[in-house]
């Protein structure tokens, strides 16, 4: 009998090693696992297991990952994913944030790092009328425990990644945040990669934020961002 408490995962690799370990990894940690070779396989398994988090490599024989996501993301626009792939380029990370994605990790990573990262994404979600930590932002509202963004009477839905980035730019509103901190607080680790992602994220968040004009969020060069309100 299936313990209704395990959190579910669907894992989409095509690796079989890799695959083992990660299999072996998450079960001790106490998920349910899912495997699947490829991403026609991989996107029948979401239809049919319903999982609470998709991990995915991004180059796959068939279907790859970009394209599997971008199909599970028609009729699901909530589960999050997390790529696993050795392209790091910006224009990868643009397009897999594009399609849906909710974080990356580059191969070859560290399984402690893949089970924070997937707690992360799993616990994120919280009742909508939770009360909540609420910023105000120019014309905006930011709920950080139900990860809404609110303007007038459009509500959007941030990504873990996104609500935790924008979150610590409120709490230091006028003031510079450095990078490295910012990096630190998401992956404890403040790499080239990790850095590109963080740009993205920044870039995501000025476009959810851009229907009020005086809400900046401005790139101190080398150092940092800082968000303010004109």
């Known amino acids: 009998m299936r313990d209704n408490k395990k959190k579910k995962v669907l894992l ?14 998450l079960e001790d940690e106490g ?20 999982p609470d988090i998709v991990i995915a490599d991004v180059m796959m024989p068939g279907m790859d990952g970009f394209e599997m996501v971008k199909k599970i993301r028609t009729v699901d626009k909530a589960t999050p994913v997390l790529f696993l792939t050795a392209r790091s380029t910006l224009d990868d990370l643009v397009h897999g944030f594009n399609l849906g994605a909710n974080d990356y990790l580059k191969k070859p990573f560290k399984m402690l790092e893949l089970v924070m990262r997937i707690k992360a994404l799993t616990n994120r979600i919280v009742p909508a009328n939770t009360g909540g930590e609420v910023f105000r932002i120019g014309e905006y509202q930011l709920n950080t425990t139900t990860q809404t963004l609110i303007h007038e009477k459009q509500s959007q839905e941030l990504s873990y990644m996104e609500n935790e980035i924008l979150k610590h730019l409120c709490i230091n509103q006028n003031q510079v945040v450095e990078i490295k901190d910012i990096l630190y607080n998401l992956w404890n680790d403040d790499s080239c990669y990790n850095r590109n992602s963080l740009h993205v ?19 101190i060069r080398s150092i940092g961002y800082k968000l303010i309100v004109q």
Do not use: W
């Open 12 to 25: 989409v690799e095509d690796e079989t090693t890799l695959s083992m370990i990660i299999r072996d990894t």
């Open 31 to 50: 998920f349910e696992l899912t495997h699947a070779p490829d991403g026609l396989k991989g996107y029948d398994c979401f239809l049919s297991q319903k």
């Open 201 to 219: 994220f920044i870039y995501k968040l000025r476009k959810r934020l851009s229907m009020d004009s005086r809400v900046k969020i401005l790139n």
